[in-house]
């Protein structure tokens, strides 16, 4: 590592200098690899991949605290039993019930307001919730190999973009800040939002149903509804990012696809067949295919900015 050094948190290796190369190949004019500026485009997945998923997705833990907060209001949520478990912060429950139960309790705290109302409580909930085992906010727990990648690629006039199965506006509230990724490209699940006037004013109501899933094969979907242009570069960690990293790296010229294998127990999880995050198809694809795999504990000397120099 040199006192020049973009990626300072990556250990010398393999893996890093797959992206070292990739970069300087797709920006050396004149090269056989060279794209140009407007075509340099990066997709990033977010959980996971850009912040920790576990003990259970940050949005979710969103959902439960907004459940126990509007309980008192809904004293018929106790004969409910999945929001009976969703209240008692049980996932193991409220994920036995699929993505339509984990759709249920989303809408219900998720809808029912303005736009801008839904972005003060997450702005609000994001300022003060703490994770479960490291004690700080969850925009702490923020993967800072991920961010030093995010800003080496923009110094070289990538256009880096979110790509997730999260709700596109609660990621929009801090993915600014956090990543450097403005509201704009930003693409995530999003529900049906309604223009109204109320009392002469103009506004979008959140209605509680599904407008959008962005996930699995919904990725490329999404990308290309957003973007218009098939992405050189893509960065996931899960079978959810397996159709996202298959469209990218298809495309002609020179391609890159990542995945984060979370490897480190001690200083973040270790996991593979969680049903949060499970690679299990993508990792054998990526051998396959010749992505570049992250081993968490040996490729990063740093996993948050957080923890101590090594």
Not at 131 to 136: D, G, N, Q, V, Y
Not at 217 to 245: C, E, T, W, Y
């Amino acid at each position: 590592m040199t006192c020049n050094d973009p990626l300072p948190s990556w250990n010398r290796g393999s893996t890093k200098e797959s992206i070292l190369e990739f970069v300087r190949g797709v920006t050396t004019a004149g090269g056989p690899d060279f794209v140009r500026p407007e075509e340099r485009i990066a997709v990033f997945d977010n959980d996971g991949t850009l912040w920790s998923e576990q003990p259970f997705y940050f949005q979710l833990a969103f959902v439960f605290d907004r459940m126990k907060a509007l309980a008192p209001a809904h004293p018929e949520w106790k004969d409910n039993p999945l929001f009976t478990a969703a209240l008692a912060g049980d996932m193991k429950t409220v994920a036995a019930g699929g993505a339509k139960g984990l759709l249920e309790v989303a809408m219900i705290t998720h809808a029912g307001m303005t736009t801008e109302e839904f972005a003060k409580i997450a702005a609000d909930w994001i300022a003060g919730a703490k994770h479960p085992k490291f004690a700080c906010c969850y925009t702490d727990v923020i993967f800072q190999p991920m961010v030093e990648l995010l800003a080496y690629l923009r110094a070289n006039l990538f256009k880096t973009f979110i790509v997730s199965g999260g709700g596109v506006e609660f990621m929009r509230v801090f993915a600014e800040k956090v990543y450097g990724i403005p509201p704009e490209q930003v693409i995530g699940s999003s529900i049906v939002t309604k223009f109204e006037m109320v009392d002469g004013v103009p506004m979008l109501m959140r209605l509680p149903e599904l407008d959008f899933m962005d996930d699995t094969v919904g990725k490329p979907v999404g990308i290309n509804r957003h973007i218009g242009r098939r992405p050189i570069a893509a960065f996931g960690n899960s079978d959810g990012d397996l159709q996202m990293l298959q469209w990218t790296t298809a495309g002609k010229g020179s391609r890159f696809g990542l995945l984060v294998h979370h490897t480190d127990a001690v200083r973040e999880y270790a996991y593979d067949t969680s049903p949060l995050g499970k690679l299990e198809v993508a990792l054998t694809e990526a051998a396959a295919r010749g992505w570049t795999v992250v081993d968490m504990k040996n490729d990063w000397n740093r996993v948050f900015a957080f923890d101590a120099d090594e």
